[in-house]
């Protein structure tokens, strides 16, 4: 399995402000993906973060609003801009080895005010 | 369109009794995997089990086992001789293709009554 940890692993936020949270790998990986998980939802993925390029988003989902950073293959920032209370939910970055290893980082868990 | 669908909001269980977690889905891949993941309520998700689309085989880790039955488009989750520790929220999850991205379930609330 993969060591994933994030940070922070929750915050509290003031409407209009950012939150950047932070997964790291303990090794190499391909694909890394960041998902939301709104309160008493399933989860739902907000974009690939491509190593050296652009992430590629999901439906519904804008670089302006969640703008990914992949500087190289251990690392991956995810920012929440311009906080509203809709925002409020866990975000959990995921990696995959292999088409059948997919693990998660612990979680972040957003409340917005 | 891909699309995973859990039937069951909640369901209960004896300890020590085997439970069956229902979920079919929708795709037209060839090529595809299924996950499923507990989610207990610190929010964690923790990996349970892998079945890919060309597996011939039944996939099974320890307590639990993949009931995959492809024509059908079903793979339900069965977890035998329950304990207190497996109340949580399970969520089985598709894999699109060669992708990686991973489309879930609503999920399934499970409580392990003592």
């Known amino acids: 399995s993969a060591v994933i940890s994030q940070k922070p692993s929750r915050d509290i936020c003031q409407r209009g402000t950012s939150l950047t949270i932070q997964c790291q790998v303990d090794?190499?990986?391909?694909?890394m993906f960041w998902y939301r998980q709104q309160p008493g939802q399933s989860l739902t993925l907000i974009a690939t973060?491509?190593?050296?390029?652009?992430?590629?988003?999901e439906s519904g989902f804008v670089i302006d609003k969640f703008p990914i950073s992949r500087p190289n293959l251990t690392f991956s920032t995810l920012t929440v801009s311009n906080l509203s209370p809709e925002d409020s939910s866990i975000y959990l970055c995921s990696v995959a080895r292999g088409y059948n290893e997919q693990f998660f980082g612990p979680g972040t868990r957003l409340t917005v005010l | 369109a891909q699309k995973i669908t859990q039937t069951q909001p909640g369901m209960f269980v004896q300890e020590k009794e085997a439970v069956t977690l229902d979920c079919t889905y929708d795709t037209s891949d060839q090529s595809y995997g299924l996950f499923w993941y507990k989610q207990p309520s610190s929010g964690e998700m923790i990996f349970l089990i892998y079945q890919g689309s060309y597996d011939e085989q039944n996939a099974t880790e320890g307590r639990y086992s993949l009931n995959f039955q492809k024509a059908r488009k079903s793979a339900n989750l069965v977890i035998t001789a329950s304990q207190l520790g497996d109340s949580a929220m399970y969520f089985c999850a598709m894999r699109e293709g060669q992708t990686g991205k991973l489309i879930f379930g609503q999920g399934t609330t499970l409580q392990v009554k003592p």
């Open positions: 973060a491509n190593q050296g390029s652009e992430a590629t988003y």
């Open positions: 090794s190499q990986v391909t694909m």
